[in-house]
């Protein structure tokens, strides 16, 4: 990962938030960018398998963690994804396409500022599982990415 392509991902993570995709989807005016540079850390063994490593990846310099895998994270046993609720970094398995990234890092920013899983709607940003269907963002989700 460079600073490039983390632009590029948080480009796309913007768009996705600032697209009216139907009437029960707001356009959100937010945008994520990228403080500092890219850089690389040394916690762990590049694979998130219990709360230990978790919180010793979390405890990392910087706001996003790329990783190889994320076979815990709270309740869930394989994810591709990993924030603690109003903390203030996420980890990432890297995603195949940036939209993908874009996707997955702005549906973790939201666990970020607090919000949970909208189980009901496969195609919002914080539905439970990553999808490339257009992604819907409610006004109480907006305000929680402005925060």
């Avoid at 991902?9 to 959100?28: F, H, M, P, R, S």
């Avoid at 990993?82 to 996707?103: D, H, Q, R, Y």
Wanted: glycine letters at 10%.
């Amino acid at each position: 990962m460079d600073n490039g392509r983390a632009d590029c991902i948080l480009a796309n993570a913007t768009e996705i938030l600032q697209t009216q995709d139907g009437a029960d989807d707001v356009a959100c005016a937010v945008r994520l960018a990228r403080r500092g540079n890219v850089t690389e850390f040394s916690a762990g063994d590049g694979s998130i398998d219990g709360p230990a490593e978790f919180d010793a990846i979390m405890r990392a310099p910087g706001n996003v963690k790329l990783v190889d895998e994320i076979n815990w994270c709270g309740t869930y046993v394989v994810a591709y994804g990993c924030a603690p609720m109003g903390g203030s970094s996420l980890a990432v398995v890297p995603a195949s396409s940036n939209t993908l990234a874009g996707i997955l890092w702005a549906h973790e920013y939201g666990h970020t500022k607090g919000l949970g899983h909208r189980d009901a709607d496969n195609q919002a940003v914080m539905y439970y599982s990553i999808s490339a269907y257009p992604k819907k963002v409610s006004q109480a989700e907006c305000s929680a990415f402005r925060e």
